[in-house]
């Protein structure tokens, strides 16, 4: 069995492998019940299912140029998907989108009671950044 | 490799479906953006699967693109365009979140209260001894704490 054999039977097994990684995602953001855990289910493709699939790719081509441009790949998505998710589950967290009867343990909100009360801040709102601002906020009287 | 290319092919397309499906139920507008992650990371992934079963290289700078671009556009709608109708959208203080699980418990639990200054009301909750000060200040919002997450003992 030449080399050329042995590299392409593991390119598939790095194709079905990654598929399925996506097939996976596909089912669990369906029905899954929450935000987070949608979040959890569609990462798996989006780190491994993808460096599976172009490894397989590699594996396939052979070619040192176009290794360089899916090294390229991975590492555009290593360092944008952890952003993407940081935002999103920001942002559902803030919003109530995160459902605590199915945390085991929620240490965000605790803090949120533990801490001590804000000091007033002169700075206007900034939206997302200082959301207990927001509540109290009064617009100041118009300047004589 | 027509056998795994139709296998993976099939996996993605299935994938593909599903995590369209969840985009346009999706009860919130992060839950549609989550998945269309997973189905821009599908799209790549059939790509990859086309070149590798042709042998064409011409389409692999479009990965590159795909992956910059259902970046900006998640972080985008999670940053500016997480707006909900009705409200829901509407960033929460903690207190607001509470309530809303403890409604969705079916407890009620009054509002005046929660509005007071935590740090003039003294710690009346003797359970909550180690962090406590603050947790145990506000009863009705430290029951609902523990109606969400159960007694502290258990953890």
Redesign the interface.
């Known amino acids: 069995m030449s080399w050329t054999a042995v590299a392409?039977i593991a390119?598939?097994a790095c194709?079905?492998g990654?598929?399925?990684l996506?097939?996976a995602?596909?089912?669990g953001?369906?029905r899954f019940p929450d935000?987070l855990a949608?979040?959890h289910a569609?990462t798996k493709?989006?780190v491994l299912?993808?460096i599976l699939?172009?490894t397989?790719?590699a594996l396939?081509?052979r070619?040192m140029q176009?290794l360089g441009?899916?090294v390229?790949?991975v590492v555009?998505?290593l360092l944008?998907?952890p952003?993407?998710a940081h935002?999103?589950g920001?942002?559902?967290y803030?919003?109530?989108?995160v459902?605590?009867?199915l945390?085991v343990?929620?240490e965000l909100?605790?803090d949120?009671?533990?801490?001590?009360?804000k000091p007033e801040r002169c700075e206007d709102d900034h939206?997302?950044d200082n959301?207990?601002r927001?509540?109290k906020h009064e617009p100041e009287a118009p300047k004589a | 490799?027509t056998v795994?290319a139709i296998?993976?092919?099939t996996?993605?397309v299935?994938?593909?479906?599903?995590?369209l499906?969840?985009a346009e139920r999706g009860p919130?507008m992060?839950?549609r953006?989550?998945?269309l992650?997973?189905f821009v990371?599908?799209l790549?992934?059939g790509i990859?699967?086309e070149?590798?079963v042709s042998?064409r290289?011409d389409t692999?700078?479009i990965?590159?693109v795909l992956?910059?671009v259902?970046?900006v556009g998640?972080?985008t709608?999670?940053?500016f365009a997480?707006v909900?109708p009705e409200g829901?959208?509407?960033?929460?203080?903690?207190e607001?979140?509470?309530q809303?699980?403890a409604a969705?418990?079916g407890h009620d639990i009054d509002h005046p209260m929660l509005e007071q200054?935590?740090?003039l009301i003294e710690p009346k909750d003797p359970k909550g001894t180690e962090?406590s000060?603050?947790?145990g200040a506000?009863p009705q919002?430290?029951k609902a704490?523990q109606d969400?997450?159960g007694p502290k003992e258990e953890?």
């Open positions: 392409d390119a598939y194709l079905i990654g598929s399925f996506a097939l995602a596909g089912v953001v369906l935000l949608r979040m569609g493709p989006q299912g993808l699939l172009l397989g790719e396939r081509v070619n176009v441009m899916l390229l790949i555009f998505q944008t998907a952003v993407a935002m999103v920001r942002a559902g803030r919003t109530g989108k459902r605590n009867d945390l343990l929620d909100t605790e949120h009671f533990r801490a001590p009360a939206g997302l959301p207990a927001r509540a | 490799m795994v296998i993976c092919g996996m993605l299935a994938a593909a479906v599903l995590s499906v969840r919130s992060l839950d953006t989550v998945a992650d997973v990371t599908v790549v992934g990859v699967l070149s590798a042998g290289l692999l700078p990965l590159v992956s910059l259902g970046f998640s972080v709608i999670a940053r997480a909900e829901e959208g509407r960033v929460r203080t903690a607001e979140i509470a809303e699980e969705r418990a200054p935590r740090d962090h000060t603050t947790i506000i919002a430290a704490v969400i997450t953890r």
